[in-house]
């Protein structure tokens, strides 16, 4: 029983290789397991919402650290972000954030941009009153050891209402 089983193995293995093999002879290219299809790979809508996720934690917890590693070393003026985050958790409280995506492009093997709303309700201790805010971002991103970072920014102005 255990001989048949194997030598089925053997069987299965071997067609498999051979097909793989003469495929390579004549120069035909193929999928090996570690590609993804197509749309798998260019569905980088959850990659995104696992690093919106993580911005969205931070700010809930003051996380700074976690706050800070979600931007890559070279986004412009990195310092002057950690300073301005810090500065609007010390005089309020982020009671809610909901990110939301609008959409995701790859712009290369480690490169993507989005487009990504954030919600904000907040508590201001000086005036001690709640107030709601959104911010919409075109973001920049490059993945760095696997992960996808903010790269840029641009804050999107609000349309004029007519």
Same mark, same amino acid.
């Given at each position: 029983?255990?001989?048949?089983?194997?030598?089925?193995?053997?069987?299965?293995?071997?067609?498999?290789?051979?097909?793989?093999?003469?495929?390579?002879?004549?120069?035909?290219?193929?999928?090996?397991?570690?590609?993804?299809?197509?749309?798998?790979?260019?569905?980088?809508?959850? %990659?995104? =919402?696992?690093?919106?996720?993580?911005?969205?934690? $931070? #700010?809930?917890? *003051?996380?700074?650290?976690?706050?800070? +590693?979600?931007?890559?070393?070279?986004?412009?003026?990195?310092? %002057?972000? =950690?300073?301005?985050?810090?500065?609007?958790?010390? $005089? #309020?409280?982020? *009671?809610?954030?909901?990110?939301?995506? +609008?959409?995701?492009?790859?712009?290369?093997?480690?490169?993507?941009?989005?487009?990504?709303?954030?919600?904000?309700?907040?508590?201001? #201790?000086?005036?001690?009153?709640?107030?709601?805010?959104?911010?919409?971002?075109?973001?920049?991103?490059?993945?760095?050891?696997?992960?996808?970072?903010?790269?840029?920014?641009?804050?999107?102005?609000?349309?004029?209402?007519?």
């Amino acid at each position: 029983m255990v001989l048949v089983g194997v030598l089925g193995f053997l069987y299965i293995s071997g067609k498999f290789l051979y097909s793989r093999a003469s495929q390579w002879l004549a120069g035909k290219p193929t999928q090996t397991t570690a590609e993804l299809p197509p749309e798998a790979k260019d569905n980088l809508k959850p %990659e995104v =919402e696992k690093l919106a996720e993580k911005i969205r934690a $931070s #700010h809930m917890h *003051k996380d700074i650290h976690k706050f800070m +590693a979600c931007y890559s070393p070279n986004y412009p003026k990195l310092g %002057e972000l =950690e300073h301005a985050i810090l500065e609007l958790w010390k $005089s #309020h409280d982020i *009671k809610e954030v909901n990110p939301r995506i +609008a959409t995701v492009k790859r712009l290369g093997d480690n490169q993507a941009s989005a487009v990504v709303t954030l919600s904000f309700q907040l508590y201001d #201790h000086q005036k001690q009153d709640f107030r709601l805010e959104r911010h919409t971002y075109t973001l920049s991103l490059e993945k760095i050891g696997g992960e996808w970072k903010i790269r840029d920014s641009r804050k999107e102005t609000a349309e004029p209402r007519t």
